[in-house]
């Protein structure tokens, strides 16, 4: 019994001071947007939830290993806020550069009426930290009676480094391609 009394306060201790866990990073994806496509465009637009898979959705960011069909999941490197929610906000801001005259925002209260309707649907997007980062989408575009005017796949694929910061940077840029994709539909 006394050897008990003196091991586990040492275990106690010593996991006090040398248990110290990696500290996690936060990431978020900016939209990198900088100029107009049209001034013309005035219409009102609203950015449905950006639909993802669902191993993706969560807070850890997700990579695939090179030539496996093998993910990881990081538990140190995480988004700041639901990648859903990320994902919907950059294409709102982008939509809104790329066509600055329109009045364009996400779409979260029942009743609003725009003139379309934009939702997205990603199936899937993935990376391969120090090799490349990859985006398939499908897009359609509501008018204002809910009939789908245009339904459109948007595949991407860029070269991306080896960090997390990349992989944050990629999928902005990711974003951004296809928020321009839209904006080009949208005024046609």
Known sequence: MKIIKIIVPCLLLSGCLFGTSKQSRFYTQDAIATEAISTD???????????????????QMVTQLKDTVQINISEYNRWVESPAFLATRVVTENLSTFLPAAKIKTNQLKGEEFDYTV???????????????????WF?????????????????????????????????????DLSLEIANTLIK
């Open 119 to 137: 939702s997205v649907e990603i199936v899937k997007i993935n990376a391969i930290l120090e090799d490349k980062a990859e985006l398939v989408a």
């Open 41 to 59: 465009y005035n219409n009102f637009v609203g950015v449905n939830r950006v639909q993802l898979p669902k191993y993706v959705d969560r807070p």
């Open 140 to 176: 359609n575009i509501k008018d204002q009676k809910g009939k789908t005017i245009i339904n459109q796949k948007f595949v991407k694929t860029i070269q991306i480094g080896k960090t997390y910061d990349d992989l944050a940077l990629g999928y902005s840029q990711l974003l951004s």
